[in-house]
């Protein structure tokens, strides 16, 4: 953290004079009817997160429809790319959205995507990133130079949620921790250790997408702990959890992360997981019942995981775009994301968004407040206030939310 100025009045004062990546109608705003403002969409349509990666990818591509609906003096064009939940599929992916010309982009995902997307694409092409979903501490320290953002919380408070809710609310002493063998899952899993007061008798890695998850379930289950964490995506939650079903006991309480809230991964499963519990970071900004109705109306079915927190990003990359002069760069497009999400300001969000639009333009101050959260970033990129969901599954295999706790995240 910068200590005696803002990451703003830094990156303003360090790097407006970098030229950045510049669209194809580099036009001055105001000075052309429907200029374009691009925003790329970098999420997983297959691969491990695939289902719940179309319905964010649907929501970040919701200010378009919107905007693009209304009388402004801009098109909103954006361009989708597939990153398959992979790596390296990420980064091609990325390289295709810069070599097409957008500065900023709403993506990716898995939080080990969006760390080798941010290295090896955004950062030198000086492109800005917003993830609505890598929750990794990691990415809070990474070098990149204020391109990289993101409009959900980091995991270090989800793991501290979680023992919270082993300890106080189901009474386990003792959790073996099963974890994704990539950033997200093994920075969730050590922050779930460092804050759980009881036993944790085995900590296993695993990979994503095996035929089979039964030695490294017998490893976890030897000593027969009261809980169980699993931090996985749905694609190997799947499987995991049939093999679990298959050989343990419904008796051994189940805790679960962001990755496997799934609706559907009861049916998939063919079990009912009532003795499953999780976390998720949930939609709780003040425009959370604007969104809900519009991502229904435009798609036909309920908004997921962290859909509103993609909304969101797209929405202040569109708002930074334009406060940065509509050049379409990159830097410009860093130098005012605090701008337009933090105070002070007229409040604006997803209800008046094309409203947004032209107070932006007009260079009036404004506070986003959106459908995820407030949405105010500290100097890390990260945002400073956290809600988590506390949901389970019903006998029938519907998901049931339990209750809804908020963080102010200290940034110190």
Known sequence: MLHGTTRRDFLVGAGTAAIGLTGATGTVSGQQQQQQIRVGVLLPVTGDLASVGVPMRNAALLPERQLNNADTDYQIVTQAEDTQTDPQAGISAAQALVDAGFPAITGAASSEVTIQVALNALVPNQVVGCSPASTSPEITGLRDNGFIWRTCPSDVIQGRVLA????????I???????VNNSYGQSLANSFVQSFNGEVPAQVAFEQAQSSYAAQLQEAMASQPEGLLVIAYPESGNQLFRDYYSSYSRQ????????????????????PLTNVIGTAPAAAGPARQFFAQQFRNAYGSEPGVFTAQAYDATALLILANIAGGARNAGPAVRDNLQTIANPPGQNIGPENLADAVTLVTDGQEVNYQ?????VSFADTGDITTATYEIFTFTENGQL??????????DQG
């Open 164 to 171: 919270q809710i082993a300890t106080n609310r189901v009474n």
């Open 173 to 179: 002493s003792s959790v073996s921790v099963m974890y």
């Open 252 to 271: 051994t309480q189940i805790l679960v992360t962001d990755g496997l809230r799934d609706p559907a991964l009861p049916g998939n499963v063919g079990q």
């Open 370 to 374: 959106g459908a995820s959260s407030s």
């Open 400 to 409: 049931r939310q339990l209750d809804v706790v908020e963080f102010q995240i």
